[in-house]
Structure formats: structure tokens, C-alpha cells
């Protein structure tokens, strides 16, 4: 066993908008091997993050998958792994922890732990990581840095940190300035002292470079010049370019034998072929197109399989269908229930945390994932792709334990005006949420509950409206409990076009009084879809291609001149959570459509009696 003090493998690990990727940014910024005109080049989208570089991520303004970069601080080379810091992307969090020797825990001075800040943690300990605690955006004005490291030690001995973990270094930070410090009192003026904690408390790899290779698939990357690259940390031995390996699958323990056609590391942003690769380095390798995500690369001789890599499970179920719309095909290519599944067996490769199973009809599938928002990218990558589909309600993950139904909690954070405390407790607890801790910090009261995952479907876009735009919320996965009660739905009904044609102005004057509308003047709708919210709690049939009659009489009110409303418009999240079971969100490339499940009037009122019959003989 040697120890390599040449490197230092870290992951950057916090909850989302704690300011991860930024610092990372700051970092590359000042290891002293870019130009910046070289980084410039690469920086695009909203907020201008070098890391964040899928076109969603830079929209969003998250990071949605983890990544790589290789930089050098003296003659150590450090590979930093930035992740994402959104609970419905925890399985990202879980995979590169494995191939990480230390961590960087950010936590946000002013907002302390949040729910995703005792995800990473809890996973961080169950890796045997000491993390290096760094208390960001130290500049803000309402930052509180003593009792957020208060309550950042609190939370370390809550989860079970031993006394070596308990006894954490500090660092103050300012990401977005590129300054940190290591004392208070000493004035940050840039990341050095971050740049020394990295290379004093991040262990370097205790390794076996003789012993036979082992190497674990963490993420696969496709090139469209070599097909398949799969990325992971070589744990023993060394692996060279035309080498005979084993691959063990962690699926169904086969082995399989096949040949590494180049070996990649990282080197700053990118990857260079090297001819090896020791034991104790995260690399890239070509040409192993059966290998899989918790897979082992071993040494044919000696093909030991390391342990599986353990990925929580998923809690939301939702349906993905063919989209069999009247408008299917006009705006991009209608998936068969064949491309449909071929598509989502691809995104299995990658998406550990997703689950795909066939549904009661040959051209549905249902499809498991963390949240709504990380099916949502999935819909919005494969919209991207120029297809269209049809999606159903989401709906929670019920499990039996002990003989007992049982479904998941959330651990909710909001953060509102202490004017909008009251609008938020009305929302949250006909919900199931049950208040846990309520914190004023100045103007802001921050409040947490314990809350049935059911309970969250809908809430984030009432809880913007009842507070104006000012809330912040955050949920995480807490556990399974036995099932509560009845939770109250959406409580308005909606208006459902009986025509195919466009929408009028004269029909969307009449109807304005009735609800808000979701569709504009010479907009085409079609028998079936959802054009508007009732404000009674009843569906309300509507005919809004309805035309006004001409005639050769002059009227008294033709002056008069009506304000049509802007409409409603949904983005993708909120369309799925506005939905109920009986409803259907239709994707395409250029419209997002909500709709009936039966289009024709006839045919839900028929649904309804055969539902109300079995409701009643059961």
C-alpha cells in the first residue's frame, strides 16, 4: 500500500443555491491554469457558470448532474467533483461521493442546514468522509455565521459524527467574490487559505498500484466518435490503454470480457489520452460499450467485484404515454409506444435513480423518479429531442411496513415574510404538515414541517401566490410513515372545450367572467382540452371557437370596446401539478396542452357512472 500525496480527490457538496458551483468557478478561476479570457469563452446563460454546462442547468439556474475537472495546486493534482445540489438529483450525490477522498460542505451564512444540507452530510459519513465545512457568502447582510456554526455542529452530532468528524475545519468564503479565510479576523482577501485547507485536510489515497485492477463505473458520457465512455475511480491496481478486462455486472453478477481502446483523465475542463492510469485517480475510459453504472472493471485473472453502489429509492410515480391528441404530429415527431421505451431504457443507463415499468396498456409506462423535478427534466430533455407525449398526474410511492400502508414524508423549509407566516400554515397543514421548528431571522420567519409527499403536489405554485412571490421552499426525502388521511386536491374545476378549431375573442370575453383562461385569441384548441379554471368546483363544458353572428343591423354597443386578460400560461412542473387523475399533460416542442384523458363529453360522463358504480359496490 503506498500513499499518493500527488493527489486529492474532493467532492463540492451543499443544498441548492448554497453557491457550490460558483465557488468551484472562483477556484478554477484562481488555480493559476486558465486565462481568463480562456474561461470567458466558456462562460453562457443566465448566471455565467463555467461548471454548469447543459443548456436546462443554465436556465434553471441549477446544477442538475455531477462533473468532473482536473487542476493542478503545485505539483498536486486535484480532481473536483461539483454536484448538484437539488433533492430530486440525490442519486448524482450518491454515485461520485463513492469516488471521493474528502468533501467540501458549503452552508449558506445567512439561511444555516437546510434539508438537503442533512442529505449530503448523512450520505457523506455513511462514505467515511471528514468534511471540511465552509460557511459561504459571508458578505451577505443578514448573514448570522456564529449560529449558523452553531447549528452546523448541532447537525454534525445529530448524525452520528464521530469525534475526529465532530472536530471540523471552518473556512469562511465569499464565492461569489472569490475570497475565504480560515480566521475572522484576518481580512479574506482570496481563495488561498481554501486552496491549503484542501490540501491539508482532504486525505491523499492510500492505495495497493500492484495489486489486480478494480475500478467502479460511477456515470456514463456518449461521444458521437467513440460511442460509450464510462467514468469512475481505479480503487486497486493500474489500468492500461489495450488492456483485457473483466467486467462484472452489479445487475446480475455476469462477467464479461472486453478491451479498454483508450484511457482518459482530467485534465482542467476537459480529458487527454494517457497510456495509464494508478490506483487512487478518477479516469475515463473508451470502448467498453457493456459496461454499466455500479459495474466493476477487473483484471481477468482476478475479477473481484467491489460493493454495489446503494441508491435510495424512488418516491413519485407518473405516466408516460403516446401522445394520441387530435394535434399529435403538427409540431413534432409522436413517439410509438416502441421509441417511447427504447428512449427510457437509454435514460437508464445514466439515471440510477429513475424506474420504468409497463403499464396496464401496451403504450404506457410508468415511470419512477426522486420529485417532480427530476421527471420534469427528463420530459423537458426528451421535448428538446423534437417528440411529443402525454403524461398523467404524478403520484406518491406507497410502500407495506409491518402490515401497515405507508407512504413518504418530506422534510419542508420555508422561508416567507413574517407578514405571509399565517397565509403558509393555512396551506401547509390541511396538507398533512405538521410545524416542527418556526425561526424569526429579522424580517424572515423560517418554518419546517414533517409532510406527507401527497401533500407537496400542488403546493410550491399556491404557496407563491398566497405570499406574492416572496416564498422559498426546499423539501428532502424524511422517511415512510403509515398512511394519513384524505388530502384536498385541487379546488376549483376547469373548463373543457366540446369544439376543434380556434379559440375567439368573443367566446373568451363571455367566458372571462366564469374563471381564468389558458388560451389566447386565435389560439387552436380541440374537443377535450382544458382551456380554462372554472371558479366553481365543477368541470364546465365550453365552446370557446364560439363565433360572434354578423348581421346588417347596426348595434347600439359596437363601440364598446372589452379588455381581454392576458392567459394563463404553465410552465412544465406547474402543469403537472395543476392536473388531476383524470387529466393529461401534452408535450411538444412548442406547446405544453392540458387536457382530458376522454376528449368527448360523452365518454367522461360514461367513466364517471362506471367509477361511481365500483366506488359503491365496494
Known sequence: MITRHDLRNVAVIAHVDHGKTTLVDQMLRQCGQFRPEELDRLVGGQHGLIMDSYDQERERGITIFAKNCGIRLGGVKVNLIDTPGHADFGGEVERVLKM???????????????????????????????????????????????????????????????????????????????????????????????????????????????????MQVTALQYSEYVGKIVVGRVFAGRVRKNQKVAIVRQADGRILSDTVVQVLEFDRLGQREVEEIQAGDICALVGLEDAE?????????????LPPLAIDEPTLDMLFRINDSPFAGQEGKPLTSRELRDRLEKELHHNVALRVRPGERESEFIVSGRGLLHLGVLLETIRREGSELAVGKPRVILKEINGRQCEPYEDL???????????????????????????????TTQLSFHIPARGLIGLRTRLLTATNGTATLHHNFLEYRPLKGTIPGRPTGVMVSTETGKATAYAIESLQERGTLFVAPMQPVYEGQIVGEHC??????????????????????????TVLKPPRVFALEAALE????????????????????HLKESERKKYARQKTAVEGHA
Open 413 to 443: 423549509v420555508i422561508e416567507v415574510p413574517n407578514e405571509h407566516v399565517g397565509a403558509v400554515m393555512a396551506l401547509v397543514q390541511p396538507r398533512g404538515g405538521e410545524c416542527q421548528k418556526m425561526e424569526s431571522h429579522g424580517s
Open 536 to 561: 366553481r368546483d365543477n368541470d364546465l363544458p365550453v365552446n370557446i371557437c364560439r363565433e360572434k353572428k354578423l348581421t346588417n343591423i347596426r348595434s347600439s354597443t359596437a363601440e364598446i370596446k
Open 578 to 597: 395543476y392536473i388531476e387523475e383524470d387529466e393529461l399533460v401534452e408535450i411538444t416542442p412548442k406547446s405544453i396542452r392540458l387536457r382530458k384523458i
Open 293 to 305: 453504472i455500479g459495474d466493476t472493471i477487473c483484471d481477468p485473472e482476478s475479477p473481484r467485484p
Open 100 to 214: 471521493a477522498d474528502g468533501a467540501f460542505l458549503l452552508v449558506d451564512a445567512a439561511e444555516g442546514p437546510l434539508p438537503q444540507t442533512r442529505f449530503v452530510l448523512r450520505k457523506a459519513f455513511a462514505a467515511g468522509l471528514k468534511p471540511i465545512v465552509i460557511i459561504n457568502k459571508i458578505d451577505r447582510p443578514d448573514a448570522r455565521i456564529g449560529e449558523v456554526y452553531a447549528q452546523v455542529f448541532d447537525l454534525f452530532i445529530e448524525l452520528g459524527a464521530d469525534d475526529e468528524q465532530a472536530n471540523f475545519p471552518v473556512i469562511y468564503a465569499s464565492g461569489r467574490n472569490g475570497v475565504a479565510t480560515a480566521d475572522l479576523s484576518v481580512p479574506a482577501v482570496d481563495l488561498k487559505p481554501l486552496f491549503q485547507a484542501l490540501l491539508d485536510y482532504v486525505p491523499a489515497p492510500v492505495v495497493d498500484v500492484d495489486a489486480p485492477l478494480q
